[in-house]
């Protein structure tokens, strides 16, 4: 029997050529703020975050050898500038 309380999730990831094309056109000095689905594929309710590193990522292979080592290049996003509640 299928599991109808979940459903398989497949973004288009964009390359790094297609990041490059999109922002083409902005200033040096722009900002990059980055919309975060509150839900799957859902932006009407997403969370407003910046782009603030990027940072290759080695992954190890499956049997953790050198020869297979990957490297992804991650953005990273965190909240926007201002004043947030302290949390417990």
């Known amino acids: 029997m299928a599991d109808t309380?979940?459903?398989v999730h497949s973004p288009e990831v964009w390359?790094?050529?297609?990041l490059r094309e999109a922002i083409k056109d902005l200033p040096d000095d722009?900002?990059?703020h980055i919309g975060v689905a509150s839900d799957p594929g859902d932006f009407d309710g997403y969370q407003d975050h910046v782009?603030?590193?990027c940072?290759?990522?080695e992954w190890a292979g499956d049997d953790g050898a050198p020869e297979r080592t990957e490297v992804e290049y991650t953005l990273f996003a965190d909240w926007p500038a201002g004043t947030y509640d302290v949390l417990d």
């Open 5 to 7: 309380d979940t459903y």
């Open 15 to 18: 390359t790094a050529g297609r």
């Open 30 to 32: 722009a900002p990059i």
């Open 51 to 53: 782009l603030v590193d």
């Open 55 to 57: 940072e290759p990522i």
